[in-house]
């Protein structure tokens, strides 16, 4: 299993994958994302699935980029559907021999960027068929691989008008939150930002020790968080003794 997350907000897009690999009980670590295509023309690609499709769909990729676009995609729909192609041939290939072995085809993939004449970064969510969606601003994420543990703060935190400071902050604390829950998803996380102001990409890469204030003081702030909610309705049914202590008066003799 593994974590990516892609965010496109009025800033820029952002980039987010964990790091650890899972064979049985081997664990090791490997980038889950790459950055394709000449200065000036890179798109990013994030990946949950079997590694070996991964491998070689981007090997088919790069392939047809060196044979056919040396100077990069004319915009980001034809990388995607250059993607999509390489993508197929794979699943022709190899999809029978992955069902002999009780194995299924699930790659899936995240790719994002602003190429040639697109008038603003954009991010899709290809699908193992090789069919797609793209990302729109009501939901200014997508994520892959396992998604539940850190959806709840994308979608109370996250908004298409956030700035990229704090949308970096939401997007690590959903990978915070995934790693504690899920033992296969871990460091090191690598992210990758793409300023929309600047068309570049920047990346980067941390381990556990170099996020270390950043996850201390999260957990210490979440459990004073939750001491500090208000009593709610349920005080009074299962405490209510401790309810009765909270409405108690003191009496002046």
Known sequence: MTYCLGIAIEDGLIALSDGRITSGTEVSQAKKQVLLG????????????????????????????????????????????????????????????????????????????QL??????????????????????????????????GKPILDRALSFDKPMRTALNIAYLSFDSTRVSASNVGFPVDISIYLRREKVWHTARYDYDEVREQREWWNTNLTELASRLPDGPWLDGLLPDIAQKRFSVVREE
């Open 38 to 113: 000449p200065p000036g023309a890179q798109f990013v690609i994030m990946t949950s699935g079997l590694r070996s499709l991964r491998d070689k769909t981007l090997a088919y990729l790069k392939r047809d980029m060196v044979e056919t676009r040396p100077e990069g995609f004319r915009g980001m729909l034809e990388a995607v559907m250059a993607y999509a192609k390489a993508l197929r041939r794979v699943a022709e290939e190899d999809r029978e021999a992955l069902q002999i072995s009780d194995l299924s085809f699930n790659l899936h993939a995240i790719i994002g960027g």
């Open 116 to 149: 040639g004449p697109d008038t603003e970064p954009s991010m899709f969510l290809v699908y193992p068929e090789g069919n797609w969606i793209e990302m729109e601003t009501r939901t200014p994420y997508l994520s892959i691989g396992a998604t539940g543990y």
